[in-house]
Structure formats: structure tokens, C-alpha cells
């Protein structure tokens, strides 16, 4: 009598062909098949594939938590990173306690974040709402940034961290701080010792308004770090 092969019924008697197990025996019969550190190959049970082993992409050809054959190699599935031949979720790498570093000036401001040290972490990333705050590929090893170039008397808004992480799936994988994100406004630049570049009068304008005095106009102004614009009154200059 011809052996069954996989899925097929068997009972504790008659076993099954090649190395196929009769699983979910009951009282009366089972199926043939592969325990669970094995995978089906034309009826043969094959020991499933360690991380980084040949596997066959079309079967649960892998032994590994949280992985899978990707490419004919036993590897991490989609948002998990390799640690130590281990599959871990990229949430781990996300930043945390991100934050201000004493006080923004008018120009400067310096961001902290706290992240493991893996090998995994490409670079960082500074992103959010307002002029020169945002920066790319900052060293791996940075916990914290220096931004300058910021504009006065200017609020910047929803500043986070970005951790770019390599994964067998994805080269760049892109894993960003919660909220609540930083909010902060840079300071006036009064005590800065400024240095007029240029101004901008227009005569006929300030002798066509009726109230000279309250004509206002810009002026462009250089400091040490950047260009600004002020307000000023016709005439007061």
C-alpha cells in the first residue's frame, strides 16, 4: 500500500511518505505533514532556514521571529531590524526625550534626542516649521545638533528627530519621535551689536501720507550671523 504524501490521511499505523509526519491524529486518523521547525519541499519535511540561511520564497522556509524569505535569504520582515541575527521592531529606535538644549538665542538653537547605539542607525534627521531649521544625514553617533542661521523674533513649530535606519527591506527606513514635538521662538537681537547694511526710503511716499510719523518702512541690516529686516519711521534716519 502506497504511503500518503502531504496532506494526506493517515492514521498512527500507517505513517507517511518519506519523512512526513501524521499530525492531528485523532481516535481514528490524521494528515500528513512537517512539524513546525520544518517546511514542505515536494514531499519532503526540510529544517526551515536560520537568519541569513537559503530558503525557498514560495514556503514558511524560515525559523526566525519576526522574519520571513525575502529574496531567497531567511531575513527581517518589513519595519524590523537586524540585532545580533535578531528581528526587532524599528519603534525601538525611535527618539526620545527629544528637546532644547538650554535656550534659543536669536540665531541659535541646539536639539537633543536620546536613542540605543545600533549598528543598524544610518544617520539622523532634524525636521519641523520654520527658516534653516531643518537638517539631513547627521552623524550616527550625534545625540545633539547646533542649528544656526535661524531668524529673529521668529517661532518655529512641531521641530522633531528622525532616525534613518537600515533593514533588509528598506536601505533607508525613516522612524520619527513622537509627539508632543518642540515649539520655540528664537530672541531679539537687541544688545547684538548690528551694523546698518542699506535702507530703504522712498521720499515720496513718507511727503504723500498725511502722518509722517507713523509711515513705516523696512530697513535691511546685517548682524554677525544674518540678514534681518526692522521697521523704522520715515524721517528717523
Known amino acids: 500500500m502506497l504511503e500518503p504524501g502531504f496532506n494526506g490521511t493517515c492514521t498512527s499505523t500507517t505513517g507517511c511518505l518519506s519523512n512526513l509526519t501524521c499530525l492531528s491524529v485523532t481516535e481514528m486518523e490524521g494528515t500528513c505533514g512537517c512539524d513546525n521547525t520544518q517546511y514542505h519541499n515536494d514531499n519532503n519535511c526540510i529544517p526551515k532556514g536560520g537568519y541569513g540561511d537559503s530558503c525557498i520564497t514560495t514556503a514558511d522556509s524560515c525559523n526566525v521571529v519576526n522574519g520571513s524569505c525575502y529574496m531567497t535569504k531567511c531575513s527581517c ?37 536620546t536613542v540605543p547605539t545600533k549598528d ?3 544617520s539622523f534627521n532634524i525636521k519641523g516649521n520654520g527658516p534653516n531649521i531643518e537638517k539631513t544625514q547627521l552623524n550616527k553617533n550625534f545625540t545633539a545638533v547646533t542649528i544656526a542661521g535661524l531668524t529673529p523674533n521668529t517661532q518655529y513649530t512641531d521641530i522633531k528627530v528622525e532616525t534613518v535606519v537600515k533593514t533588509d527591506r528598506n536601505s533607508s ?8 514635538f518642540i515649539n520655540f521662538t528664537t530672541s531679539s ?49
Open 189 to 237: 537681537p537687541d544688545g547684538e551689536r548690528l551694523g546698518v547694511e542699506g535702507l530703504y526710503r522712498n521720499n515720496n511716499q513718507c511727503n504723500n501720507d498725511s502722518n509722517n510719523n507713523n509711515t513705516i518702512k523696512l530697513v535691511s541690516i546685517q548682524t554677525t550671523i544674518s540678514v534681518i529686516m526692522i521697521k523704522i519711521l520715515c524721517g528717523a534716519y
Open 173 to 180: 527606513l525613516v522612524v520619527t519621535s513622537d509627539p508632543p
Open 77 to 113: 520582515n518589513e519595519n524590523y531590524y537586524t540585532d545580533n541575527n535578531m528581528c526587532n521592531s524599528v519603534d525601538g529606535l525611535k527618539p526620545t526625550g527629544v528637546g532644547i538644549e538650554g535656550t534659543a538665542t536669536s540665531s541659535n538653537v541646539t536639539i537633543k534626542w
Open 120 to 122: 543598524s542607525i544610518q
